[in-house]
């Protein structure tokens, strides 16, 4: 962990939480998820702030959103006017919010926010800079490839999660210096893991999703691949390369500073 990261206090306490939720044509979706987002502020006794960013839906989404927004006072959207993929949604998300965490939830319904929420926030203690939820009985076309891609990032990172392309409670702070086009929501739990940062989990059940269509495909098999294979590449090839060059500027900075003929001035000069 860099020294110039301080941890904030664990969200449960501080309360500094932002709910972020990706969303492309999830019309069928939308009225049942702010249902329960309500209830689940009811039940924890305090209301979270809420930022949807439509992806470019093409669907009833945005009127659907319009309507919701007047009846949900803790509801912000923003739209994309196209879709921009999931890396630009992370980058809407950590541009509009200013709270210490952010809960990156889901619009299907395969996360019920009414028991994940509650329970990514009492696993985030004083030492965890980042929760994953792991997905239990999980009945989707997914798993295998979930598998080895988690696999391939416990061994590659340290990453000692099993499901980190779920839903997450992370510090905001450590997101905004990274590029996210590079690594992508995909990788980010395990990047900040080989960073040295502390990453838990916790089980959360998996449902079906309630409405509408997985956006889930095989090219995505390969895109996932290609895009391991860029953050492998930034982690261990560009990123030392980048601290060594700023290592080489720092020390030769003090060494000018050093040979430039700066006079010490003594203590008995000084007095005189």
């Known amino acids: 962990m860099t020294a110039q990261n301080v941890r904030p206090l664990p969200p449960l306490f501080s309360r500094s939480i932002t709910v972020v939720i990706p969303c492309l044509n999830e019309e069928g979706n939308l009225e049942k998820l702010f249902l329960d987002l309500q209830l689940t502020f009811d039940n924890l ?9 439509d992806d470019g839906s093409v669907d009833q989404t945005p009127q659907i959103l319009v309507s919701l927004q007047k009846k949900y006072s803790f509801l912000k959207v923003i739209r994309h006017p196209q879709r921009r993929g999931v890396a630009a949604v992370w980058r809407t ?17 395969e996360s019920d926010f009414k028991t994940d ?17 792991w997905r239990q009985k999980r009945g989707d076309n ?16 340290g990453m000692n999660i099993h499901d980190m392309n779920w839903i997450k409670l992370v510090r905001r702070d450590l997101l905004t210096p990274l590029p996210i086009e590079k690594i992508t929501h995909r990788f980010l739990l395990a990047v900040l893991a080989g960073q040295g940062y502390n990453i838990t989990e916790v089980s959360t059940p998996w449902h ?37 060059q700023q290592d080489t500027l720092a020390w030769a900075k003090v060494n000018k500073l050093g040979m430039g003929g700066t006079k010490v001035v003594s203590q008995t000069e000084s007095n005189t």
Request: proline residues 4%.
């Open 93 to 109: 998300a950590v541009t509009h919010t200013n709270t210490d965490w952010i809960f990156w939830g889901q619009a299907d319904l």
């Open 142 to 157: 997914k798993l295998q490839t979930s598998k080895f891609a988690n696999g391939s990032c416990r061994i590659a990172f």
């Open 45 to 53: 006794g305090f209301t979270l702030p809420v930022l949807l960013v």
């Open 208 to 244: 079906n999703r309630y409405s509408g269509v997985s956006k889930f495909g095989r090219k995505r098999l390969l895109k996932s691949a290609i895009d391991f294979s860029r953050v492998f590449w930034w982690f261990y090839i560009e990123t030392p390369v980048v601290s060594l």
């Open 117 to 133: 929420l509650p329970a990514l926030l009492e696993a985030c203690g004083p030492d965890v800079d980042g929760v994953a939820g």
